[in-house]
């Protein structure tokens, strides 16, 4: 008598309870190790592009020479966002590539 219990399992269950296909549960993987990566993303694009144009306003000001002493730091300002956001858009993508 064989008892229920008994029975061989499969040994991906564990691994792959509900049976998904393997390109399905591979990005449900790596959703769960990495969550909002797409919403972080998004974010990062977002804000470099308010710098980007932040800096293209206050370089036309610097270019028009008006107000100059207010200008040149808000410019300053804008382009480390813009720099913050471009190291940070590569550096989670340099993460989602490793392993």
Wanted: aromatic content about 10%.
């Amino acid at each position: 008598m064989t008892n229920s219990t008994s029975k061989k399992r499969n040994p991906n269950s564990k691994i792959n309870p509900r049976q998904l296909s393997p390109e399905k549960y591979a990005r449900l993987r790596a959703e769960a190790k990495a969550p909002y990566r797409g919403l972080r993303k998004f974010i990062y694009l977002t804000f470099g592009a308010s710098g980007f144009i932040g800096a293209l306003v206050f370089l036309a000001q610097l270019a028009a020479g008006q107000e100059v002493t207010t200008a040149l730091p808000n410019l300053a300002l804008q382009i480390g966002v813009v720099a913050l956001m471009v190291w940070l858009f590569r550096l989670d993508r340099a993460t989602e590539r490793k392993p």
